[in-house]
């Protein structure tokens, strides 16, 4: 590189460095910021929000919960179905061959392997 070249490149090198840390200022003080604005918005929810809401729920939704005639839920009876016992069969089948498949994957079979033939 002549001089003139190297001159500009440690120009803009120093501009570069400049504005890296411009940027670091820049976004250290909006992350300062958008923290303060979520502790505001948390406290202003906590003092205006929250008993605007307690207030409706108690004014409006509680007195028409109470008005639902609320009864016990009966519990299911169980009952056998033959379908079950077919699915579990099913699965019992599939468990088989899976098992099956897999010995047959790993098992040693010593008639797969070639011996090799010494010619010495």
């Known amino acids: 590189m002549d001089r003139r070249s190297q001159r500009e490149f440690n ?41 605007l809401a307690h207030d409706a729920y108690r004014d409006r939704i509680e007195p028409v919960l109470s008005r639902i005639p609320w009864t016990k839920a009966v519990p299911m009876t169980k009952s056998t179905n033959p379908f079950v016992y077919v699915l579990m069969a099913i699965g019992t089948i599939a468990l088989a061959v899976i098992g099956y498949a897999a010995w047959q994957t790993l098992r040693a079979d010593d008639e797969l392997w070639v011996e090799e033939n010494d010619a010495n």
């Open 11 to 51: 120009r803009l090198s120093r501009e570069a460095a400049y504005l890296w840390e411009e940027g670091r200022d820049v976004l250290s003080h909006a992350k300062n910021v958008a923290r303060h604005a979520s502790r505001s918005a948390s406290d202003l929810a906590k003092r205006e929000m929250l008993p």
